[in-house]
């Protein structure tokens, strides 16, 4: 969903809430998401600290798609089935609405499983995963309601003055992964499944307004049933309403759209950053010190009083030093959290600086995690099989330990045999 403000990012989390079969997220506290891919758009990724987003007509699978559209023309043909006039009026509706939202729609794929074999030999050959975590949400919420803003880039040709504005505006997204729903073209195949997301579409029965663009936005996550071993989630952003116009729109999106050439086609993409492009230009304002402080403290045989001056002591020295307008203690989160703002490096020098005088390791693997909100949520990488696997790790550590937003990610090799 297009982001014009905090109310937009709220009515996103009532329709999470409401439609929580069909917006299914991650189970389970601190689960990652991988994004597989070979090692040279692994570079790309972390020098750029973006992602490619491709447009869904455009995936790998080029017959994907029109999966999703043979499952919702199935289910408007049922639902009419004994008002044949209506009937064909919808499905005329819906296929055309199809027809002009799908080139619409740009996507990102992860998977639930960090170190799977058909997801190397499929996506990654001598490749990497990245595991990001997308559900680090504030402390004041909860998990099942949490949203990612995204920020979209102006393509190349329209970069040089400024990679985020356009025409003083920032068009920005309010969005979280979603799980794919695998369904088989016959209907007694996977069943359980078929029945799930038939649920699902009842419920947009009731909206009028909305009902067909949200049958229309779940066609990039309805994929075959063959497929269902790589758990998928994948990001989806629309990008049919970004102006007030449809003239509007087609300016804007002569300005973001980035065309790559493969294959000997130019293929559509939206460049996309984690985080608020505008917030990103401002100084910090907020850094959250979580309870691994409290925990590492506990080990060096500090008491309760001794612990709770700690945490006084970095919020002072920051507060003191004007780093930050406001730095909480936050039993909620393990970690050490910077917000986003263009002094993050400064500001983690600090309270490295702060913590190795209160006699704690910042040892980049050992020590306490400090992440920088802004930055596209990277917490491990797993080097893929292969021979240069060795090689490839310790390039990748070399350069994350000397990036500060990346500097305490994990760093592991995958644990399946290198295939002949």
């Known amino acids: 969903m297009f982001y014009r403000g905090s109310d937009t990012q709220k009515s996103v ?14 189970d389970g506290k601190n689960g990652l998401l991988y994004h597989y891919a070979g090692i040279e758009t692994i570079w790309k990724i972390l020098e750029t ?13 080029s017959q994907e798609y029109k999966l999703g559209e043979s499952i919702i023309k199935e289910y408007i043909e049922e639902k ?7 009937g064909v009026e919808q499905q005329q ?10 080139q619409m729609f740009y996507m990102i794929c992860f998977c639930k499983k960090g170190d799977l074999l058909s997801q190397w030999r499929g996506y990654a050959k001598n490749g990497v995963s990245l595991g990001l975590d997308f559900f680090e949400e504030e402390e004041t919420q909860k998990r099942k309601e949490h949203t990612e803003i995204f920020t979209m880039l102006n393509n190349q040709n329209n970069r040089s003055d400024h990679k985020y504005e356009l025409d003083h505006k920032y068009v920005r997204f309010v969005e979280m992964p979603y799980r794919v729903f695998y369904v088989s073209n016959d209907k007694k195949d996977e069943r359980s499944e078929r029945e799930k997301l038939w649920k699902v ?5 009731g909206e009028p307004d909305t009902g067909n663009d949200m049958l229309l936005n779940l066609i990039p996550f309805i994929k075959d049933a063959g497929f269902k071993e790589e758990a998928e989630y994948r990001i989806l952003f629309s990008i049919r309403d970004l102006g007030n116009t449809e003239a509007q729109n087609r300016i804007i999106m002569n300005k973001k759209v980035e065309y790559i050439m493969r294959d000997n086609q130019k293929l559509p ?3 996309v950053e984690a985080g608020d492009g505008e917030k990103k230009q401002k ?3 907020k850094v959250i010190l979580g309870k691994q402080i409290e925990i590492r403290a506990k080990k060096l045989g500090r008491k309760k009083d001794e612990i709770d001056l700690i945490y006084q002591n970095i919020q002072g020295k920051l507060s003191g030093r004007k780093a930050v307008s406001s730095c909480i203690r936050c039993d909620e989160k393990q970690n050490i959290y910077i917000g986003e703002g263009n002094n993050q490096e400064e500001i983690m020098g600090m309270i490295e600086d702060i913590m190795e005088e ?27 099989p292969g021979e240069k696997q060795e090689k490839i790790g310790e390039s990748l550590k070399h350069f994350m330990r000397n990036t500060y937003w990346m500097r305490y990610v994990d760093v592991k090799y995958s644990q399946i045999p290198l295939q002949s």
């Open 80 to 86: 009419y089935a004994e008002d044949k006039t209506r």
């Open 93 to 102: 509706k819906i296929f055309k609405s199809i027809q002009q939202g799908m």
């Open 201 to 205: 579409m009842k419920k947009f029965d």
């Open 269 to 271: 993409n939206i460049v």
């Open 49 to 61: 600290d973006s992602f490619l987003a491709r447009n869904v007509r455009f995936s790998n699978d």
């Open 283 to 285: 100084p910090v304002e």
């Open 358 to 384: 209160e006699g704690f390791s910042i040892d980049c693997e050992e020590g306490i995690k400090i992440w920088c909100r802004g930055h596209l949520p990277i917490r491990e990488v797993i080097i893929g």
């Open 13 to 26: 989390v009532s329709i999470q809430t409401k439609y929580e079969d069909a917006f299914r997220l991650l």
